[in-house]
């Protein structure tokens, strides 16, 4: 049984605006931090943004203003908008699902992923 399960990704022009989807299960809503990560060809997975299980955010500086993390109680969903994209930002879009451990967050669980291509 999947934890984790993204949607929305997709094809988009420069300066275009797309929203991932992550649906948890509430086990994992109510305990974990949901946060976004991304990997581009030839490069290291990287942190997007987080959103801890009170609501704390945190956003990698490269889309600081641009993309918003959010979460949906009901839904038992996280959500990632982004906004004014750029080529930069094509990439696999992974959801993770993330402990606190001794300050630092360790991912326990990993969605599928979801392609990101921006391009005109």
């Known amino acids: 049984q999947e934890q984790l399960v993204e949607s929305g990704g997709g094809l988009v022009q420069p300066g275009g605006s797309l929203r991932l989807s992550c649906a948890a299960s509430?086990?994992?809503?109510?305990?974990?931090?949901l946060g976004w990560y991304r990997q581009a060809p030839g490069k290291e997975r990287e942190l997007v943004a987080r959103?801890?299980?009170?609501?704390?955010?945190e956003y990698a500086h490269s889309i600081e203003g641009r993309f918003t993390i959010s979460k949906d109680n009901a839904k038992t969903t996280a959500y990632l908008q982004m906004n004014n994209l750029t080529p930069e930002d094509t990439a696999v879009y992974y959801c993770?699902?993330?402990?606190?451990?001794?300050?630092?967050?360790?991912?326990?669980?990993w969605g599928q992923g979801t392609q990101v291509t921006v391009s005109s």
């Open positions: 509430v086990e994992i809503f109510r305990i974990y931090a």
């Open positions: 993770s699902a993330a402990l606190l451990l001794e300050d630092n967050y360790r991912n326990i669980f």
């Open positions: 959103i801890s299980p009170g609501g704390k955010t």
